[in-house]
């Protein structure tokens, strides 16, 4: 039997949609037999998730999705295999979550002098307690009418240059692998292809994190194109680093991301599974 992996998904405890126990179910409904949870920036959501597992035909890693500043940009590191007990990861994560709390209140400011009041509140009850992304900012404004869907939203008020951007202040390199290797995890480059980087700076961004004991790419992800993942599986191979497969999935509303719905490694990657086997 073909085992169906998805390392790359959100929960609750960050900017999914669903609770650690019902992406679980509904990552076994999918045919999932080994799901990575990997909510940004925080490991809440993984002691609910083994237990959920626990009811069904489906293996947890545990994960994070820990928010990167290289070279001025926000880049993402997926981390699989990690002791969540980990003081040092612990430590390191909050911080990132302190920086939210204060970003997401600057995020509410802005937009305020924006003519857009109430975002920052909106988006805090969005996230019931949990830290808070721009994705809370964006369900929150697309409720309130201001702008027709997220990629909208985001567009018109969350990037660079638009009303509500805040400039990324998160983990260097460094730190996010080190905090990484500190805790027996492995370290994956999250959609290597959404950083809209020339293939030369995708390259030097690869070659650091290689120096720094990185081990794997996302090559397979729910948000790069079919063309896109064997531009990846190539970076993969040359740099010989280990591939990975996720969907990233936030929500059953995003019609076009589901748990487990990936297209096989190209031939040739090396499985990033055989790493957390090892
Ligand atoms: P943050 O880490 O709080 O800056 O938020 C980043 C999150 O916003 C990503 O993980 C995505 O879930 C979401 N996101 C970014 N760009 C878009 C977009 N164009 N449309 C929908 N969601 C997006
Ligand atoms: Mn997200
Ligand atoms: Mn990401
Ligand atoms: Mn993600």
């Known amino acids: 039997m073909q085992i169906k992996y998805d ?9 999914g949609t669903l609770t650690p126990s019902r992406l679980v179910a509904r990552a076994a409904d999918m045919g999932v037999h080994v799901l990575a949870l990997t909510d940004h920036d925080t490991l809440e959501g993984l002691e609910e998730a083994r237990q959920a597992a626990l009811e069904h035909d489906i293996r947890i890693v545990t994960g994070a999705e820990i928010s990167v500043t290289w070279n001025g940009q926000t880049v993402h590191i997926v981390a699989l295999g990690i002791d969540p007990a980990n003081q040092g990861l612990g430590t390191g994560l909050q911080k990132l ?27 805090v009850a969005l996230s019931n307690g949990r830290l808070v992304s721009r994705t809370h900012f964006a369900r929150f404004l697309v409720g309130a009418g201001e702008a027709r869907d997220m990629r909208d939203c985001f567009k018109r008020f969350l990037v660079r240059g638009r009303p509500g951007h805040v400039s990324g202040e998160w983990a260097t390199l460094e730190e996010a692998l080190g905090w990484i290797y500190d805790a027996g995890g492995h370290a994956v480059i999250a959609h290597p292809a959404r950083y809209g980087m020339t293939r030369t700076k995708l390259r030097r961004l690869i070659g650091e994190f290689q120096e720094l004991g990185g081990e794997a790419i996302e090559v397979v992800s729910g948000s790069h194109s079919k063309d896109e993942c064997y531009t990846m599986a190539r970076h993969a191979k040359d740099f010989d680093l280990h591939a990975s497969t996720g969907s990233d999935f936030h929500t059953p509303e995003n019609q076009w991301v589901e748990l487990g719905r990936l297209m096989p490694l190209p031939v040739g990657c090396k499985p990033v599974w055989e790493l957390l086997e090892a």
């Open 7 to 15: 390392f790359h998904s959100h929960s609750t405890a960050s900017d």
């Open 97 to 123: 979550v302190e920086y939210r709390h204060w970003r997401a209140a600057e995020i509410g400011r802005r937009l305020e002098k924006h003519g857009i009041s109430g975002a920052h509140e909106g988006a």
